[in-house]
């Protein structure tokens, strides 16, 4: 079992639609969670980071993470086009990062 | 803030050369720089941690010989890629951490290396 879990996709929705991203894992010495976005040939972006249970805004973003269950997500509001990219979970402990495989997500316009 | 730059974007070198690829972060000294390689269609994989004037401490199965990788100063770390073969061709991601932030990475934009 891989210590953190992500469907692959990949993720098709139309211009406007709420998005929502998850990953589970197993390792409870997890203690930060992590949402990067990457782009065809480019290095990963944060865009969300957060070390508690519960939820955390920015913008159009909204990161949620339930340590009891081990499971977190990413909500895109109002998705748009150039939100179309691969979109990655990562947590940590000790400093080193592990990822989930990442999602490939497509905003239809 | 938090910016990391790689050089170069994109290489092609010939079977046996050896190559070296530079992350700088711009903005931050970075205490720890981390070097990841990532297949097509797949996530990042660690290939080895640095810390400023230490050695680096690579993962399992990375061979230390053919991926040397030096941190010699707090924004500047390099990977050399020695005797390159067709199979070392990836996309190596560097990743920097600072002082302030240790528990987050702040990534370059990559290096695409064809070994042909």
């Known amino acids: 079992q891989k210590e953190v879990e992500q469907d692959p996709g990949p993720l098709s929705v139309p211009e406007g639609a709420i998005v929502s991203l998850n990953c589970t894992y197993s390792?409870?010495?997890?203690?930060?969670f992590m949402w990067y976005r990457q782009y065809s040939r480019k290095g990963p972006e944060l865009l969300m980071y957060?070390?508690?249970?519960g939820n955390k805004e920015d913008g159009r973003f909204t990161a949620q993470v339930d340590k009891s269950s081990k499971y977190i997500s990413l909500f895109i509001r109002d998705s748009q086009p150039s939100d179309s990219a691969t979109y990655l979970c990562?947590?940590?402990?000790?400093?080193?990062?592990?990822f989930g495989q990442g999602t490939r997500l497509t905003i239809n316009p | 803030g938090a910016v990391v730059s790689q050089h170069p974007s994109r290489v092609i070198c010939k079977s046996g050369t050896s190559v070296k690829i530079e992350c700088r972060s711009l903005?931050?000294?970075?205490?720890?720089m981390f070097w990841y390689r990532q297949f097509p269609k797949q996530s990042l994989m660690l290939m080895a941690t640095?810390?400023?004037?230490?050695?680096?401490?690579?993962e399992q199965g990375v061979e230390k010989d053919k991926f040397l990788i030096n941190h010699a100063s707090l924004t500047l770390s390099t990977l050399t890629v020695t005797s390159a073969h067709p199979e070392d061709s990836s996309f190596y991601i560097c990743?920097?951490?600072?002082?302030?932030?240790?528990?987050?990475?702040?990534f370059g934009p990559g290096t695409r290396l064809t070994v042909l």
């Open positions: 990743s920097a951490s600072s002082i302030s932030s240790t528990d987050t990475q702040y």
């Open positions: 390792n409870s010495a997890f203690q930060y």
């Open positions: 957060t070390y508690s249970s």
């Open positions: 990562a947590m940590s402990a000790n400093q080193k990062l592990v």
């Open positions: 903005d931050f000294q970075a205490t720890t």
């Open positions: 640095s810390n400023e004037g230490s050695k680096a401490t690579y």
